[in-house]
Nanobody, 126 residues
């Protein structure tokens, strides 16, 4: 069982930045695929970014088109933590952000993740 706890959400002005953190339990964190999703009111949960588990000493990342060039996902295996650095925030980035994990492969669908955090609110004001 993997437990995920997000932090770092809050209010920022449009054009500003926030950094989300997600602390994970488990002794094999380096092998987890870690993802970030978000859900705005009245909308379905959508993929934001993900980083693969280690493969041949390399991590891979993928991003939704809407956040490419603005958001960066990273991980610190020593701290069992994954981060989402969000720059140049837009009002349309406002949502509850969820951290997710699986132990298989990097995918962009919610169905591909087995473990979820409780979510953290991000609000970007215009």
């Amino acid at each position: 069982q993997v437990q995920l706890v997000e932090s770092g959400g809050g209010l920022a002005q449009a054009g500003g930045s926030l950094r989300l953190s997600c602390a994970a339990s488990g002794r094999t964190f380096s092998g987890y695929v870690m993802g970030w999703f978000r859900q705005a009111p009245g909308k379905e949960r959508e993929f934001v970014a993900a980083t693969s588990g280690i493969s041949r000493n390399v991590y891979y990342a993928d991003y939704a088109d809407s956040v490419k060039g603005r958001f960066t996902i990273s991980r610190d295996n020593a701290k069992n933590t994954v981060y989402l650095q969000m720059n140049s925030l837009k009002p349309e980035d406002t949502a509850v952000y969820y951290c997710a994990a699986n132990t298989r492969s990097l995918v962009v669908t919610t169905a591909g993740y087995d473990y979820w955090g409780q979510g953290t609110q991000v609000t970007a004001s215009s």
